[in-house]
């Protein structure tokens, strides 16, 4: 058997026709989403780095400059569903898609919900720091997050008191934030509870208070001192289960639900890990690694993954060019199991299949069937709409029966989209 | 057997998209879930506000009873037995409870009862007495445990409780009958889309064979609930928000389109004041509504397999209050409603002459309840879910 490829061995095109349509579309849904006529063909002109360039060093766009002039204002507002207005509009917009995706991901693994939190403030602010410092380094925004008060308030760090320690917050960092089940023990949480008492929120302020704090001794994956909430975010930092754990979350947001091959070996996120640590677990650093990656071109990664509904529906609205008001849209991505800012547990969202519950499928066609209606008629045959759609859309990878219908010419423009919007391909990235 | 699409081309002139949807082959794990022919439904029936239990279930037959309440009263209720009898609005209710279709379990609650609405619910719903409320609630984890996304819907409301929500999965919430609806206003043509876009397995990409096969149920329940949604005009519902609450969960249970659980609430039960006819009416919207469930239920041969549970978060004070209301309370009796069930009242009668506090005392932990509903009824371990072993109550 051949020794495994690793997997960040950067992608080598064997001539300039492999910068090919479908790597182009592979690689903006992937680092946004589903793209328009226009970004497909700006990201088509100079080869994979111009394109690379073009995500990582972005040029704000009309809208980025419009919004981010109105953020302070929505930022003061008390109910949450402002600012998640506000957000998706940004993600309508924006030049930058990568920030905001990398938010949401974020968004989905701090999981906190207004539900528990109730303040619009405090949420917009959480979100605003995943936005900010998402594409960072991930052990800083870990620490932003031991601070962040929507947290605080999300996970009882109010309760956690030397004298009485609440262990919600330490066990959710052990478990779901840095190093997944199994690597921790019991006694590890309780120690470390007792090192965040005293992390408080005071009238939407962060507030250390010392005398709140236990200054004894704690014995954390065997090791011994004084320590504090920051000690306990580095002791779990050099660990390579937390790398591992963390690679593995950028895996399944940006890769694949799954590794689908085994030419990479089997170890694919401890390998990922090493390379997120070597890079001072940068996040932007590590995705443009992947981005330009065997790996992430492999046939056997395209359409892997299913689109969340805001990638779902943000990506129609882009790849279509069409308008639809923010607000209406926050409320058919709740029908579509993702309300923003109220992930159904500690958990977040459960993610890939778990979007595909009937009522859930009910309410993209819902979304889909509205949205078309808002499509100004194309003037043009509808055979080169057809094909000009199975494009734009699909890469023209879509059976051949299916393209088949799309260039029949027998549909008005809204029954084509309609159809396009409900086709399984365009729900998968 | 699997149809191609050259089959269905050759043999589809004239069939519908029903027919044409009905003969696909779906996935296992669709053939499952759409089975399940033995399947047993609940309806959780959360009373929220504070149901004044002692006018609902009325111990007419403890002098006490009449001393404490010298306005709100409820002179002759409909007996059960010599002892108790039930509101006068309550009276298709009554008639049930006569068919041995009722179980009432006296003095439910927690221990250390807190009077505060959100509280309260918080610990109905996660199950959990302990300080920090859980962030997820019994039937959430009974749906993480069954690994069933679909186990539990809310439906009539979209707000999904803390009740439902699981470590990753929090049901699905359904307002109305336009939620199961295939919108197709273009009017594009179905048939295509299914032949051509729908059929065809897409073989090497798990994750869109994941979407089409997910594409074709979706479009089928939404067909079932269709059928459904006219077929049920036989049973009239009363047409108030409880009747087509009810009515809702009836179709998802016939049609089998979604949940095995639904959880619907009827608000309005804080009465602090001027309580006896708001009190009343609320409960002969019940009354209403839940009847035409059951003989919904009778007509479609479903009602051994379906149980209703009504509950809210606590019972009211045992002595009225001088507004002619009642104030917040504790443990009151739970409702159990279905053929199925050990019909009768269960439990020891409320003491009145050893209030505490004012209030009823417990005796009986609701997670004896939950455990028994898991257990008896939905086959779920209820140990996990409830957070400890509670002996199951003999109530089903």
């Keep these: 058997m051949r020794s495994p490829v690793p997997p960040l061995t950067p992608w080598q095109p064997t001539s300039g026709h492999d910068w090919s349509r479908r790597k182009i579309g592979h690689l903006l849904r992937r ?53 998640a207005a506000w957000w998706l509009q940004k993600m309508l917009q924006t030049g930058d898609p990568l920030r905001e995706r990398c938010a949401l991901m974020w968004h989905g693994h701090f999981a906190t919900s207004d539900a528990k939190v109730a303040s619009g403030k405090l949420m917009a602010r959480q979100c605003r720091l995943f936005r900010q410092h998402g594409l960072g ?18 996970l009882d760090g109010n309760r956690n008191r030397k004298d009485h320690p609440n262990e919600n917050f330490a066990r959710e960092i052990f478990e779901l934030f840095l190093l997944g089940i199994g690597n921790y023990t019991e006694q590890d949480i309780r120690e470390a509870a007792r090192a965040f008492t005293g992390y408080r929120e005071e009238n939407g302020r962060f507030v250390f208070r010392k005398d709140l704090h236990d200054t004894g001794p704690k014995t954390v994956f065997g090791k011994t001192g004084n320590f504090d909430g920051d000690d306990i975010i580095d002791l779990c930092f050099a660990r390579e289960e937390c790398a591992t754990f963390l690679a593995r979350r950028i895996r399944a947001t940006f890769l694949a639900a799954e590794v689908a091959t085994p030419r990479y070996g089997a170890d694919v996120d401890r ?55 923010a607000d209406q849209l926050y409320d058919s991505l709740a029908k579509m199991g993702q309300r923003l800012f109220a992930p159904p547990g500690v958990q977040g969202w459960a993610g890939g299949q778990a979007w595909l519950s009937s009522a859930r499928v009910v309410a993209r066609n819902q979304f889909a069937s509205r949205i078309v209606e808002e499509v100004t008629a194309a003037d043009e045959d509808p055979k080169a709409r057809g094909v000009r759609l199975s494009q734009l859309l699909f890469d023209d990878f879509i059976p051949k029966e299916v393209r088949k219908v799309l260039a029949n010419g027998k549909h008005s423009d809204a029954q084509l989209l309609h159809y396009c919007l409900m086709l399984p391909e365009f729900h998968v990235a | 057997m699997d149809l191609n699409r050259r089959d ?19 996935p296992t794990w669709l053939q499952a879930a759409a089975a399940g022919a033995n399947d047993r439904f609940l309806v959780v029936l959360q009373l929220t506000g504070g149901n004044d239990a002692l006018n609902t279930i009325i111990p007419f037959g403890d002098d006490l009873y009449h001393r404490l309440r010298p306005t709100l009263r409820i002179a002759k209720p409909l007996p059960l037995d010599d002892h108790f009898g039930l509101h006068p609005r309550l009276g298709k209710l009554r008639a049930r409870f006569d068919a041995g279709q009722v179980a009432v379990q006296h003095g439910v609650g927690y221990p250390n009862p807190n009077r505060s609405h959100f509280r309260s619910l918080d610990i109905w719903h996660s199950a959990s007495v302990a300080e920090d409320t859980p962030l997820t609630g019994w039937l959430g984890r009974a749906a993480d445990r069954a690994a069933n996304q679909d186990l539990v819907w809310r439906v009539g409301s979209r707000d999904v409780p803390l009740a439902m929500r699981g470590r990753g999965s929090a049901g699905a919430a359904i307002e109305g009958p336009e939620d199961l609806r295939w919108r197709n206003p273009a009017g594009i043509d179905t048939d295509a889309l299914v032949a051509t876009g729908l059929t065809e397995r897409r073989a090497g990409s798990p994750a869109v064979e994941a979407v089409r096969a997910a594409t074709v149920d979706a479009m089928q329940r939404c067909q079932r609930a269709a059928q459904f949604e006219s077929g049920s005009s036989a049973v009239p519902y009363p047409g108030t928000g409880l009747g087509e609450r009810l009515q809702l969960a009836a179709q998802l249970f016939a049609s089998r389109v979604g949940p095995r659980v639904a959880y619907v609430s009827q608000d309005g039960y804080d009465t602090h004041s001027r309580q006896a006819d708001p009190h009343g009416d609320l409960l002969g919207e019940l009354d209403g509504a839940l009847d035409a469930f059951c003989a919904h239920m009778e007509q479609l041969g479903l009602a051994d397999r379906v149980l209703v549970f009504v509950f809210s978060e606590f019972g009211r004070r045992a002595a009225e209050n001088a507004s002619r209301g009642t104030d917040h309370g504790a443990a009151a009796p739970v409702m159990l409603v279905s053929p199925a069930v050990q019909a009768g009242l269960h439990g020891g009668r409320p003491r009145l002459d050893q209030l505490q506090d004012g209030d009823v005392a417990l005796d009986v932990d609701f997670r004896r309840v939950y455990a028994t509903l898991l257990e008896k009824w939905l086959a779920i371990d209820p140990i996990p879910v409830v957070g400890g072993e509670y002996k199951s109550l003999p109530l089903v």
């Excluded at chain 1, 380094?137 to 999300?154: I, P, Q, Y």
């Excluded at chain 1, 992430?296 to 308008?323: I, N, Q």
């Design chain 1, 31 to 83: 680092s946004g989403f589903a793209p328009s006529a226009t970004a497909i063909q700006e990201h088509g002109e100079r080869q994979i780095h111009g394109a690379l360039h073009r995500i990582f060093e972005p040029q704000p766009s009309a809208g980025d400059k419009t919004l981010d002039s109105i953020e302070k204002t929505v930022l003061g507002t008390k109910d949450s569903e402002a600012y």
């Design chain 1, 137 to 154: 380094d991930v052990r800083d925004l870990a620490r932003k997050v031991t601070r962040d008060c929507a947290m605080l308030r999300f």
């Design chain 1, 271 to 325: 390998q990922l890990g090493q390379e997120l640590r070597a890079l001072d677990f940068n996040v932007g650093a590590f995705l443009r690694r992947l981005f330009e990656s065997e790996i992430f071109f492999d046939p056997a990664h395209y359409r892997t993954l299913v689109k969340s509904p805001v990638e779902y529906a943000v990506g129609a609205a882009r790849a279509l060019e069409v308008r639809v008001p």
């Design chain 2, 8 to 26: 269905f081309l050759a043999g589809s002139v004239g069939l519908g998209i029903g027919s044409y949807l009905a003969s696909l082959t779906l």
